[in-house]
Nanobody
Framework: QVQLVESGGGLVQPGGSLRLSCAAS????????MSWYRQAPGKNRELVAA????????NYADSVKGRFTISRDNTKNTVALQMNSLKPEDTAVYYC??????????WGQGTQVTVSS
């Protein structure tokens, strides 16, 4: 049974930091592309950051470049999103996504991030 379980969301003041984590199981994590998406109220879900299976190549949405960092630990089957210098516009539900070697997509249940003073 495939599971993606996100954690680390919460309420933070503008300029603050949060670290999201996604624990994966039920598929070959090390061969899967992992990414973080977010969806704000009334908006479409958008890609935030992605990291390749091999070599760890990354890409980021322009809106988070220089502030967010995606990383993965293939020994622990986890992917993290370090978010610094948070802005109110970063408020959203953040989702972990996996695409395995057969191009099957899995989603986590999401974790709420709220940036507000």
């Amino acid at each position: 049974q495939v599971q993606l379980v996100e954690s680390g969301g919460g309420l933070v003041q503008p300029g603050g930091s949060l670290r999201l984590s996604c624990a994966a199981s039920g598929f070959i994590f090390s061969r899967s592309t992992m990414s973080w998406y977010r969806q704000a109220p009334g908006k479409n879900r958008e890609l935030v950051a992605a990291i390749a299976s091999a070599g760890g190549g990354t890409n980021y949405a322009d809106s988070v470049k220089g502030r967010f960092t995606i990383s993965r630990d293939n020994t622990k089957n986890t992917v993290a999103l370090q978010m610094n210098s948070l802005k109110p516009e970063d408020t959203a539900v953040y989702y972990c996504k996996a695409v395995d070697t057969w191009s099957i997509t899995y989603w986590g249940q999401g974790t709420q991030v709220t940036v507000s003073s």
